[in-house]
């Protein structure tokens, strides 16, 4: 089975700062997608940024980017320039893109990074 | 815009009592899901459907059952709530199977007394 590892709770990084986040997985497959999903106060869950495991380029999306190393089964979040907006919980997950039933198709999700950004 | 609505933000249900949490998703998605959020346990998988009256126990079922009668409804049941039930609940659909990433509702915050 496959899992999802974060082992920051919590990370504080200075407004304006460069802060990275960890996230770590377990599979035997070779196909599947890695993303990071944002949970600010407000609850709502969305998604910052994804990454398909057959694609060697790094993903980025404005300030926000990844650094996927396939072989070492990591995929760690970096937040350029932090603004105070981007205080929340980070999910990392986990989806396979190969699924024999539909039964097995979950999303595993990470434990979650607090950030805090200081003004 | 993808859209995923939980029926309520906030709940505050007695023990004992039978509970639904209804999701609806207006994207025709396949798959939906119910995960319970607790601090330092991150979301947990409760149930999650893949078809209309179609299901799959996650991590947590006990204590919960679900319904999915139409393809846009996924609903939680708590059959005689309890206090550890006491959670954060978040319902999310997504495309099967090669598909990407799930799409989440805002969450009900359901406190049993």
């Known amino acids: 089975a496959q899992t999802v590892t974060q082992s920051q709770p919590e990370m504080s990084v200075q407004e304006a700062e460069t802060v990275t986040l960890s996230c770590t997985y377990d599979t035997s497959e070779s196909d599947y997608y890695l993303f990071w999903y944002k949970q600010p106060p407000s609850r709502q869950m969305i998604l910052v940024i994804r990454q398909e495991a057959y694609k060697q380029q790094n993903a980025t999306e404005n300030r926000f980017s990844v650094n996927f190393q396939k072989a070492a089964k990591s995929f760690s979040l970096k937040i350029s320039d932090s603004q105070l907006g981007d205080a929340a919980m980070y999910f990392c997950?986990?989806?396979?893109?190969?699924?024999?039933?539909?039964?097995?198709?979950?999303?595993?999700f990470g434990k979650g990074t607090r950030l805090h950004i200081l003004p | 815009d993808v859209k995923v609505t939980q029926s309520s933000r906030y709940l505050v249900k007695r023990t004992g009592e039978k509970v639904f949490l209804e999701c609806v998703q207006d994207m025709d998605h396949e798959n939906m899901f119910w995960y319970r959020q607790d601090p330092g346990l991150g979301l947990r998988l409760i149930y999650f459907?893949?078809?209309?009256?179609?299901?799959e126990k996650g991590d947590i079922p006990e204590g919960y059952s679900v319904s999915r009668e139409k393809k846009e409804r996924f609903s939680l049941i708590l059959e005689s709530a309890s206090t550890n039930q006491t959670s954060m609940y978040l319902c999310a659909s997504s495309y099967r199977r090669g598909g990407t990433e799930a799409f989440f509702g805002q969450g009900t915050r359901l406190t049993v007394v």
């Open positions: 459907s893949y078809d209309v009256k179609m299901k």
């Open positions: 997950a986990y989806r396979s893109y190969r699924i024999r039933m539909n039964r097995d198709d979950k999303i595993i």
